[in-house]
T-cell receptor
Framework: ETGVTQSPTHLIKTRGQQVTLRCSSQ?????VSWYQQALGQGPQFIFQ???????GRGNFPPRFSGLQFPNYSSELNVNALELDDSALYLC??????????????FGEGSWLTVV | AQSVTQLGSHVSVSEGALVLLRCNYS??????LFWYVQYPNQGLQLLLK??????LVKGINGFEAEFKKSETSFHLTKPSAHMSDAAEYFC????????????FGKGITLSVRP
């Protein structure tokens, strides 16, 4: 049990639709990162939020966007869904973006299927 | 930019045998290195991490890894495999100043035979 909770756990969307995934970070953690894990692959960094500001982005198009709220929870939004967006989306929280002493905790993930 | 190579997608060992999962990294600056385990339909659990202290790192569940700069490696070992070790294992790298942004390898599936 990491204290990082994600919702929903599973969802099915149609190509072209929009989806919002949610993450509650571990208590005291102000940094949230999102990763996409396609079937049979390692997780890929989408972006990170630190104190409500985007703090780095991976190689994902602008239709992937996010938010972080004052309580440090976060949302991942994906517009104009494509079949290749089908994946496990993982949220990770940590006490800060640069402290090497931090442990990065992952949630159980949200399984998105685009049909 | 950083990268991780995990050669082979699947390793099978007998229960009680040595587990060796290989990881090689590329980084332009001294890296931080991590091993995560993922059980079916679950998120990632940290096994161990190297953050420039001791080169031999001990983790949970009897796993350890050794950072070898000359070989750019961070192989994961466990002296005696247990059936419960069957899972997907991911090696990841980050860099100081951005150490909560991880670059993962493709992962290795570990099977343990009775």
């Amino acid at each position: 049990e990491t204290g990082v909770t994600q919702s929903p756990t599973h969802l099915i969307k149609t190509r072209g639709q929009q989806v919002t995934l949610r993450c509650s970070s571990q208590s005291g953690h102000n940094t949230v990162s999102w990763y996409q894990q396609a079937l049979g692959q390692g997780p890929q960094f989408i972006f990170q939020y630190y104190r409500e500001e985007e703090n780095g982005r991976g190689n994902f198009p602008p239709r992937f966007s996010g938010l972080q709220f004052p309580n440090y929870s976060s949302e991942l939004n994906v517009n104009a869904l494509e079949l290749d967006d089908s994946a496990l989306y993982l949220c990770a929280s940590s006490g800060g973006p640069t402290d090497s002493g931090n442990t990065i905790y992952f949630g159980e993930g949200s399984w998105l299927t685009v049909v | 930019a950083q990268s991780v190579t995990q050669l082979g997608s699947h390793v099978s060992v007998s229960e009680g045998a040595l587990v060796l999962l290989r990881c090689n990294y590329s980084s332009s600056v001294p890296p931080y290195l991590f091993w995560y385990v993922q059980y079916p339909n679950q998120g990632l659990q940290l096994l161990l991490k190297y953050t420039s202290a001791a080169t031999l790192v001990k983790g949970i569940n009897g796993f350890e890894a050794e950072f070898k700069k000359s070989e750019t490696s961070f192989h994961l070992t466990k002296p005696s495999a247990h059936m419960s070790d069957a899972a997907e294992y991911f090696c990841a790298v980050s860099v100081p100043g951005a150490n909560s942004k991880l670059t993962f390898g493709k992962g290795i599936t570990l099977s343990v035979r009775p």
